[in-house]
């Protein structure tokens, strides 16, 4: 599980967040943190290993994260919008390189992200899902081809699919903001 | 090798020196001349009998007092029987209370139970007790141990108590997705996100217990620092009275002090307050 909120805990350094995952499924402590050294690598973090969160940026915090959840070699990674409190930029930098640890990887991901661009990019397959009550309102291939460049977003068959996506989100937060406004007349009469 | 690594990691923080914390500050220079002038208005007022002498001494005669009690040693029994008392009676106290604490965040009807009894020894003031305890366990070591752990306990377990309530939910949550154990989230989250309450409940409960033993001391005792207060006392030595607490002072700064850099040993992780 990767969160939104960097949830490394304050108390330990990155390499034995990392090693945590590992410690709690018996791995002695020596090995475990072994293995984390190298996922810390992976993710682009060797040299601060013995660094505590709060000396990280937001960033390097989700890196840390992200090589916390993989070490334990789960079947399927599940990442709850863990990019949304990054800025654009590292925002963008972030993904291109979960692309990267997924190649090494190849793990299942499901990922959940309010931005359409960010969900195109790193996926196969978008499920679209409605608000209240969350139903899935459209299940999109994501038919780009992999390795891929940041400047894939800014191809015509990315823009199609951001089209596609974005419209069926469009009338579906129209559709909800009548409805509420039917609810509570009061917001619009004043 | 990832041990020898590990002081390289933080930023290197200045050594702080002695001479810089007691007279390089704003702070500390008006600290020491708010006593020094005190110490002066009271060696005046005294000199010049405007308030009898033998009623608030002097700065003078403490100190005379103090090279007397530490040149005849009359002083080293006395502090031993006071300290010992309030070390064994702590250490209970502390034990007890982060126990207390624990198994009270753990367990919501071991917290039920738990909770009725320290509000009660809370707003009971403790010293009542000492009646009962006296019949209870004579005028000896006991009764003044007993009477610290009840006095200290309290504030250990309540504040041991919150911290283990501000575990994040996070925090566990994470614990639990790696399938921690019970216990390894106890040793993992719950603790490490506790010291600093706990350590707040060891401050709060040493204060409380330093006055617990002295108070025992003053009822019934032929030894300790409370002892050699209250017959000062009444012999009229009120130098020696004001020695005793001026010792006393000492004795608790030094134990905030000690829990204070208890707290940063931990606490190292905690990213600097600016």
């Not at chain 2, 070591?141 to 911290?163: E, H, Q, R």
């Not at chain 2, 993992?188 to 401050?203: A, D, N």
Request: net charge neutral.
């Amino acid at each position: 599980m990767v969160f939104e909120e960097a949830s490394l805990f304050p108390w330990y350094t990155a390499l034995r967040n990392c090693a945590y995952g590992l410690e709690c499924q018996g791995m002695d402590r020596r090995e475990a943190e072994k293995r984390a050294q190298r996922l810390l690598e992976m993710v682009g973090l060797s040299g601060f290993e013995h660094h505590y969160p709060g000396e990280l940026s937001v960033g390097m915090q989700q890196r840390a994260n992200l090589a916390r959840a993989i070490a334990v070699d789960p079947e399927v990674l599940l990442m709850d919008e863990p990019f949304a409190a990054l800025d654009a930029q590292t925002r963008e930098l972030m993904q291109s390189e979960l692309l990267g640890i997924w190649a090494q990887t190849k793990k299942t991901v499901v990922f959940i992200t309010h931005q359409i661009d960010e969900a195109i990019y790193l996926s196969d397959r978008v499920i679209v899902m409605s608000a209240r009550p969350g139903r899935i309102i459209d299940d999109v291939t994501v038919g780009l081809g992999r390795p891929r460049p940041l400047e894939i977003k800014r191809s015509r068959e990315f823009a199609a699919l951001e089209e596609r996506i974005w419209g069926q989100l469009f009338t579906e937060v129209k559709r909800n903001d009548e409805s509420e406004r039917e609810i509570l007349p009061s917001a619009t009469s004043r | 090798m990832t041990e020898s690594a590990r002081p390289l990691s933080l930023p290197n923080v200045p050594r702080h020196s002695w001479r810089r914390t007691l007279l390089g500050s704003e702070r500390a220079r008006y600290g020491i001349a708010g006593v020094v002038v005190i110490l002066a208005i009271w060696e005046a007022v005294s000199r010049t009998e405007t308030v009898k002498s033998v009623l608030i001494s002097s700065p003078s005669a403490v100190a005379a007092a103090a090279i007397d009690e530490f040149a005849t040693g009359a002083i080293w029994p006395n502090l031993e029987a006071t300290l010992s008392v309030w070390v064994i009676g702590f250490a209970i106290a502390s034990t007890l209370g982060i126990a207390i604490g624990l198994l009270s965040g753990r367990f919501r009807r071991f917290r039920y139970v738990a909770d009725s009894w320290l509000n009660a020894t809370n707003v009971a003031p403790d010293l009542a007790f000492v009646p009962i305890l006296i019949l209870w366990f004579g005028i000896g070591v006991t009764f003044k141990i007993v009477l610290v752990v009840l006095t200290g306990t309290f504030y250990v377990a309540v504040n041991t108590l919150a911290g283990v309530k501000s575990a994040e939910g996070r925090f566990l949550r994470v614990g639990r997705s790696f399938g921690a154990s019970e216990t390894r989230l106890l040793r993992t989250v719950i603790l490490p996100g506790s010291i600093p309450y706990i350590i707040t409940g060891l401050r709060q409960g040493s204060a409380r217990t330093i006055v617990a033993v002295i108070v025992a001391e003053f009822v019934s005792s032929n030894q300790g620092l409370g002892f050699m207060i209250s017959l000062s006392g009444a012999y009229l030595d009120t130098a020696k009275v004001m020695f005793g607490i001026a010792i006393l002072a000492i004795l608790g700064m030094l134990v905030s002090e000690i829990l204070g850099r208890i707290e940063r040993r931990f606490d190292a992780w905690r990213p600097p307050v600016h």
